[in-house]
T-cell receptor, first 111, second 113 residues
Framework: DAKTTQPPSMDCAEGRAANLPCNHS???????VYWYRQIHSQGPQYIIH???NNETNEMASLIITEDRKSSTLILPHATLRDTAVYYC????????????FGGGTRLMVKP | EAQVTQNPRYLITVTGKKLTVTCSQN?????MSWYRQDPGLGLRQIYY???????DKGDVPEGYKVSRKEKRNFPLILESPSPNQTSLYFC????????????FGPGTRLTVT
């Protein structure tokens, strides 16, 4: 699976959009980009995933660049409850189900 | 409600006393997995199961056993726990294949003295 690079920490004001970047320059054509988050010591929570096209669900939007070497997770209106560690994971459909978690980005939403 | 449950949520035990942490999912998922999380080391996979009676080692399987006799259950067994197995453990489940999301349990905090 491709390696990902994320900033270790970010701040965001409550009510503003949080834009979390992820670099995955070695991504292969059939590898998906997944985002999970972990609030304090709770179980990681699935947010969104995509292959090539941008994706949106009730939690967030995922923007994948045309060359697929980077992506951005967007939380449109961050709340204090969005304070968490966000993990960007790249995984191939052929790689089975294993998730390799890196260091992630610690997002702090401030009032 | 679709969920992954783990029991117990907290456990303090002594070295060498066998213990089992249970994991159950109600989503009819084929895939189940165990992770441990330690400060500075992130989440690491211990064992996984692609389906009933099919299990395989993850990155850190030493000192652990698993079984998958039923689709919904995937217990983690520590035959002789040691202090270095003090950790936060998570069970996860998902549909088969790399294009599906996984769902995680709430975690079990284990302390071995």
């Amino acid at each position: 699976d491709a390696k990902t690079t994320q900033p270790p920490s970010m701040d965001c004001a409550e009510g503003r959009a949080a834009n979390l970047p992820c670099n995955h320059s070695t991504i292969s054509g059939n590898e998906y980009v997944y985002w999970y988050r972990q609030i304090h010591s709770q179980g990681p929570q699935y947010i969104i995933h995509g292959l090539k096209n941008n994706e949106t669900n009730e939690m967030a939007s995922l923007i994948i660049t045309e060359d697929r070497k980077s992506s951005t997770l967007i939380l449109p209106h961050a709340t204090l409850r969005d304070t968490a560690v966000y993990y960007c994971i790249v995984r191939g459909a052929w790689a089975g189900n294993m998730l390799t978690f890196g260091g992630g980005t610690r997002l702090m939403v401030k009032p | 409600e679709a969920q992954v449950t783990q029991n117990p949520r907290y456990l303090i035990t002594v070295t060498g006393k066998k213990l089992t942490v249970t994991c159950s999912q109600n989503m009819n998922h084929e895939y189940m997995s165990w992770y441990r999380q330690d400060p500075g080391l992130g989440l690491r996979q211990i064992y996984y199961s692609m389906n009933v009676e099919v299990t395989d080692k993850g990155d850190v399987p030493e000192g652990y056993k698993v079984s998958r006799k039923e689709k919904r259950n995937f217990p983690l067994i520590l035959e002789s726990p040691s202090p270095n197995q003090t950790s936060l453990y998570f069970c996860a489940s998902g549909r088969q294949g790399g294009s599906y999301e996984q769902y995680f349990g709430p975690g079990t905090r284990l302390t071995v003295t």
